[in-house]
């Protein structure tokens, strides 16, 4: 079970309608939050989805950290050393509350500075980049490559790259590429 921690404004629900559906192609999702709170609790869960406005306390030992771009910093954070943090690059609040943590960052952007970025956007597909290596949930280290996205209709530029990055620290193949 793979726990993914959602921060920010509780009606900023554009990341999570993105997620859930995208991670429910790889298994079963559970997903709790101040405006849903759905899955098949019969199954066993492959993922579990936390959307909140404020970072609860963490015991857990690895798991990732997705914050929005309605995030509003409450200080600094304390991450746990086995999490992934992933957020925008011009999320200057997520950034500036991640300052001087062992977190490990993944920024989202259409910049080479990016660790994955856009390279082409349409309609129905995307290409994106990653350009420097991550390590997974599971502690794989993945290198730099370029991987390709089927898209439903009306996703921005940020969800694809929020999604996917999750799909890419949770340890999910992209080689045959992602439909989100």
């Given at each position: 079970m793979i726990p993914i921690i959602l921060c920010g404004k509780s009606n900023d629900t554009a990341i999570l309608d993105a997620l859930v559906p995208a991670l429910s192609e790889y298994g079963n999702v559970l997903c709790f939050g101040p405006q849903k709170l759905t899955g098949d609790a019969d199954k066993e869960a492959d993922f579990i989805v936390f959307d909140c406005e404020k970072?609860?306390?963490?015991?857990?030992?690895?798991?990732?950290?997705?914050?929005?771009?309605?995030?509003?910093?409450?200080?600094?954070l304390q991450v746990p050393d086995g999490f992934s943090c992933i957020l925008d690059s011009q999320n200057l609040h997520a950034a500036a509350a991640l300052r001087g943590s062992c977190a490990a960052a993944i920024t989202c952007g259409t910049s080479?500075?990016?660790?994955i970025?856009?390279?082409a956007l349409d309609e129905t597909s995307a290409s994106l980049s990653?350009?420097?290596?991550?390590?997974?949930?599971?502690?794989?280290?993945l290198e730099p490559h370029d991987f390709t996205?089927?898209?439903r209709p009306s996703l921005g530029p940020h969800r694809v790259l929020?999604?996917?990055?999750?799909?890419?620290?949770?340890?999910?193949?992209s080689s045959e590429g992602y439909t989100i």
């Amino acid at each position: 079970m793979i726990p993914i921690i959602l921060c920010g404004k509780s009606n900023d629900t554009a990341i999570l309608d993105a997620l859930v559906p995208a991670l429910s192609e790889y298994g079963n999702v559970l997903c709790f939050g101040p405006q849903k709170l759905t899955g098949d609790a019969d199954k066993e869960a492959d993922f579990i989805v936390f959307d909140c406005e404020k970072l609860p306390s963490i015991d857990l030992k690895t798991g990732i950290l997705l914050f929005k771009n309605s995030f509003e910093a409450q200080g600094p954070l304390q991450v746990p050393d086995g999490f992934s943090c992933i957020l925008d690059s011009q999320n200057l609040h997520a950034a500036a509350a991640l300052r001087g943590s062992c977190a490990a960052a993944i920024t989202c952007g259409t910049s080479s500075k990016d660790t994955i970025s856009i390279a082409a956007l349409d309609e129905t597909s995307a290409s994106l980049s990653l350009q420097r290596s991550i390590l997974t949930i599971s502690g794989t280290v993945l290198e730099p490559h370029d991987f390709t996205v089927s898209l439903r209709p009306s996703l921005g530029p940020h969800r694809v790259l929020a999604v996917c990055a999750v799909l890419l620290v949770c340890g999910i193949e992209s080689s045959e590429g992602y439909t989100i």
